[in-house]
Every structure is written in structure tokens, then in C-alpha cells.
Nanobody, 122 residues
């Protein structure tokens, strides 16, 4: 059974940091690009970042450039999203997904985790 499980969300103050993890089971993560997406209440799901299957190529939404870093450890079958300088507008449920994420469109992704909630508030 193919499964992606996110972890690492929580409550953090503005300016703080969190590191999200995405663990894969049932398939080999290193065969697939991995994307991070987020969905805030009342808003559509949006692409945050994407990393190629090898890790050599990454891209980011303009809203997170310079603050978020995507990475992966194929030996551990896990991808990560390091989030620094967090802002209240980063508050959302964060999802990882496997599939062609170069366009960072949710409709292009094949497999999804259930998400982890990130709340940025003082």
C-alpha cells in the first residue's frame, strides 16, 4: 500500500522555524519528484515547493523563496521542508505529494499524504 505520512507541524511564533518530514512507505521515494503543498482555511491548495527525484533540482513559490528549503534523503525514503522566518500567512495544512510537481499544480500529483497543521501565531 502506497503511503505518505507528514509530521513536524505545530504551533510556532512569527519568525520561528519548523521542519516538516514526509515519510514514504509502499514505494521507493527516489523514483518520484516530491512536492509540498499547503491549504489555508477557505483557500485553494497551493504549491509551495518541488524537488526532483535526484534532488538536483528544486523550485519554490515566490511567497516562500529565501525562507523555505526542500530536501530529500532517498536512503531514508523521506523528504523534508525546512521553514524559517515563519509568518502568520504561512498558517495552513501542509501536504506532501508524489508526482510531477514542476508546475506545482495539485491536480498533477499522484499520491498524497493526509497533511500536518502549521499554525504561526503569537
Amino acid at each position: 500500500q502506497l503511503q505518505l505520512v507528514e509530521s513536524g507541524g505545530g504551533l510556532v511564533q512569527p519568525g520561528g522555524s519548523l521542519r516538516l518530514s514526509c515519510a514514504a512507505s509502499g514505494f521507493i521515494l527516489n523514483y518520484s519528484p516530491i512536492g509540498w503543498f499547503r491549504q489555508a482555511p477557505g483557500k485553494e491548495r497551493e504549491g509551495v515547493s518541488c524537488i526532483s527525484s535526484s534532488g538536483a533540482s528544486t523550485n519554490y513559490a515566490d511567497s516562500v523563496k529565501g525562507r523555505f528549503t526542500i530536501s530529500r534523503d532517498n536512503a531514508k525514503n523521506t523528504a523534508y521542508l525546512q521553514m524559517n522566518s515563519l509568518k502568520p500567512e504561512d498558517t495552513a495544512v501542509y501536504y506532501c505529494a508524489a508526482g510531477p510537481c514542476g508546475t506545482m499544480l495539485a491536480s498533477h500529483m499522484n499520491y498524497w499524504g493526509k497533511g500536518t497543521l502549521v499554525t504561526v501565531s503569537s
